[in-house]
T-cell receptor, first 109, second 115 residues
Framework: GQNIDQPTEMTATEGAIVQINCTYQ??????LFWYQQHAGEAPTFLSY????GLEEKGRFSSFLSRSKGYSYLLLKELQMKDSASYLC??????????FGAGTTVTVRA | GAVVSQHPSRVICKSGTSVKIECRSL??????MFWYRQFPKQSLMLMAT?????????EQGVEKDKFLINHASLTLSTLTVTSAHPEDSSFYIC???????????FGPGTRLTVT
C-alpha cells in the first residue's frame, strides 16, 4: 500500500519562503511529483524527482531523499497567486500516482 | 504540447441517469489514461487505469459496473457513471501518459452534480 503524509495547512507572508514536507512509504518507486492545485481546477505539474538531491526551477525547488522516504517543496519569494493546495504524489508500480492529502498554503500580504 | 481536454466541464444530472465524460489527448498518443475522483477538501483518488484496446483496471472499492471506462483509441477515453446517485457528485479528473513519458498530463476536470 501507499502512505503519503504532508501537513494540512501552512501560512506565510508575501515575499517569504515556505517549505512543504512530504514523507512516504510506498511499494515501488518511479519518482515523486509535486503539483499545484487551485480550488476547482485540475492539478498543474511543478516538479519531478527520481534521484536524490535538489531540483531547482525558478522560485520553486524540490528535494528528494529516497533512503529516508522524504521530499520537500520549497517556494521562494512568495506571491499572492501562490495561495493554493500543493500535492505530493508518488509514482509507484505501473506509473500509478498516489497522492497525499495536499497542503493548503495561504499567502498573506 | 501535451494537452489533455475533458468534456463536459460541468454537468448536472438527475438521480438514476447516466453521464458520460470524455478525456482526449490533443497532441500526443496516450497509451495509458487514468481516471481520478476528488471530493471537496480531499486529495485525488485513483479510480481506474485505462490502456488503449484493453479492459480498464479498477482500484479496490471502485465498482466497475457503475463506472464504465472505454479507451477505444490512443487519444480518447470515456468514463460513464451509470445510474448516478447524489453521492457520486464529485470532481472527476483524467490524466494521460505517453509511452515514453514519466509524467501524467491532467485534464481540466469535470464537475458532476447529481440531484
Amino acid at each position: 500500500g501507499q502512505n503519503i503524509d504532508q501537513p494540512t495547512e501552512m501560512t506565510a507572508t508575501e515575499g517569504a519562503i515556505v517549505q512543504i514536507n512530504c514523507t512516504y512509504q510506498t511499494s515501488g518507486f518511479n519518482g515523486l511529483f509535486w503539483y499545484q492545485q487551485h480550488a476547482g481546477e485540475a492539478p498543474t505539474f511543478l516538479s519531478y524527482n527520481v534521484l536524490d538531491g535538489l531540483e531547482e526551477k525558478g522560485r520553486f525547488s524540490s528535494f528528494l531523499s529516497r533512503s529516508k522516504g522524504y521530499s520537500y517543496l520549497l517556494l521562494k519569494e512568495l506571491q499572492m497567486k501562490d495561495s493554493a493546495s500543493y500535492l505530493c504524489a508518488v509514482s509507484g508500480n505501473d506509473y500509478k500516482l498516489s497522492f497525499g492529502a495536499g497542503t493548503t498554503v495561504t499567502v498573506r500580504a | 504540447g501535451a494537452v489533455v481536454s475533458q468534456h463536459p466541464s460541468r454537468v448536472i444530472c438527475k438521480s438514476g441517469t447516466s453521464v458520460k465524460i470524455e478525456c482526449r489527448s490533443l497532441d500526443f498518443q496516450a497509451t495509458t489514461m487514468f481516471w481520478y475522483r476528488q471530493f471537496p477538501k480531499q486529495s485525488l483518488m485513483l479510480m481506474a487505469t485505462s490502456n488503449e484496446g484493453s479492459k480498464a483496471t479498477y482500484e479496490q472499492g471502485v465498482e466497475k459496473d457503475k463506472f464504465l471506462i472505454n479507451h477505444a483509441s490512443l487519444t480518447l477515453s470515456t468514463l460513464t457513471v451509470t445510474s448516478a446517485h447524489p453521492e457520486d457528485s464529485s470532481f472527476y479528473i483524467c490524466s494521460a501518459r505517453g509511452s515514453r513519458d514519466y509524467e501524467q498530463y491532467f485534464g481540466p476536470g469535470t464537475r458532476l452534480t447529481v440531484t
